[in-house]
């Protein structure tokens, strides 16, 4: 029996569970007020209030610590690597507090993870398939021009964990299926999954690919760059465009697609048009990621919050039905990902890998907190 704790730290909550084996006994969700967090000058001084309230809960459940084994913890901005489990060293851990790729609040997943691993449990730390997974083919880095790059930042850990669930309940390995994998929630990312690498897929970020809850992705960059010129707006309101105040935020005024499905309900005409054109643009990847696997698809799979939808899985089937089969995986159980991936590593299904210079590739930093 592997008694397991998986931490996931996100811009407003505090999530962590204990699972023994596959058994999850304790899942919390702690979520922080704006007005709690504004105390913190930065993410990376939210870590000792965060720490204090996971060692405090496990104690409060009864938790029995010592008998915790590993602590995996959602993996942060740092360099980019290839998917699966990495040990935590020093390296990853300077790495995470300086944002060598941006702050987030996922840089604390490590940071959490290798404290209560070291110096509560006595526990093995790792992370698992980090938002910085990059295993792009080089054709798919071209921008467009010698000054920009695109770049690997998805949701690769849900993502990864939903194509392992597909190929074992149709019999096969992930590397034996090439599959394109679309998360839908308050940031979409599909990704084209070939023979279990993910070779291209959308930064869902910072401004690529289908518009979100509250994300804008792509626009139109001749339009863009007036705006940005325009004297009207300052850097922050324009980041706010793209990430916070995009997509239905700024059709609808709200970021909560579930008061946008019940408004389709209520035959809401506005609600309809533009939870349709989310679709139509998640459509569009899809049929992109199908190029991008020479029309070789054996499924398309879709997952996130926004698979819940019951208008989502019937408009995609009409539109990419005829590249793959359509099976829909809602939710995006990240803490289960996480216990599973060092559940994997305890059992000796996966080798355990090490976070070295050797394994980073180009990094271009994305400068951004939230």
């Known amino acids: ?9 996100g811009s407003t909550s505090t999530k962590f569970a204990v ?11 702690i979520r922080h007020s704006m ?17 204090a309230l996971i060692i405090d809960a496990l104690v409060e459940e009864g938790i029995d610590v010592d008998a915790i084994k590993f602590v995996v913890g959602r993996g942060g901005l740092t360099c980019p690597v290839e998917s699966g489990v990495y040990s935590i060293n020093q390296l990853m851990l300077y790495h995470a507090r300086e944002g060598i790729s941006g702050q987030h609040a ?3 997943g490590p940071l959490l993870a290798d404290y209560i691993a070291s110096q509560i449990c006595g526990a093995k730390a790792f992370i698992a398939d980090p938002v910085v997974t990059d295993e792009l083919e080089e054709i798919a880095r071209v921008a467009g021009h010698a000054q920009f790059e695109r770049r690997s930042v998805f949701h690769a850990l849900n993502q990864k964990a939903t194509a392992r669930i597909h190929a074992r309940n149709v019999g096969k390995k992930v590397e034996e299926l090439c599959l394109i994998v679309a998360h839908l929630g308050g940031g979409i990312s599909v990704g084209a999954h070939k023979f279990g690498r993910v070779v291209d897929v959308n930064n869902g970020l910072n401004g690529e690919g289908p518009f979100s809850p509250e994300r804008s992705g792509t626009l139109p960059a001749g339009q863009l760059i007036e705006v940005c010129f325009s004297g009207k707006y300052s850097r922050t309101q324009i ?18 697609a579930l008061d946008v499905e019940e408004m389709v309900k209520t035959g809401h005409q506005q609600a309809q048009f533009y ?13 992109e990621m199908a190029v991008v696997l020479e029309g070789k698809v054996d499924a398309i799979l879709l997952t996130g919050g926004l698979a819940y939808n019951q208008y989502l899985e019937p408009y995609i089937k009409r539109k990419t039905g005829f590249i793959a089969p359509v099976y829909s ?18 059992r000796g299904e996966v080798e355990l890998k090490t976070y070295t210079v050797s394994s980073q590739k180009k990094i271009i930093p994305c400068n951004r907190e939230g």
């Not at 699972?19 to 969700?29: G, H, T």
């Open 239 to 256: 980041d706010r465009m793209v990430v916070g105040e995009g997509g239905y935020v700024s059709y609808l005024g709200t970021n909560n």
């Open 106 to 108: 996922s840089n604390l």
């Open 19 to 29: 699972y023994s084996d596959e058994d999850c006994v304790l899942n919390k969700i």
């Open 35 to 51: 007005d709690e967090l504004m105390g913190y000058k930065n993410v990376m001084d939210q870590f000792d209030f965060r720490k």
């Open 329 to 346: 995986y809602p939710g995006e159980d990240e803490l289960k990902a996480l216990a599973m991936n060092a559940l994997r590593v305890a």
């Open 275 to 287: 939870q349709d054109a989310m679709f139509y643009q998640v459509s569009k990847i899809i049929g």
């Open 1 to 9: 029996m592997h008694k397991i704790l998986a931490i996931n730290p």
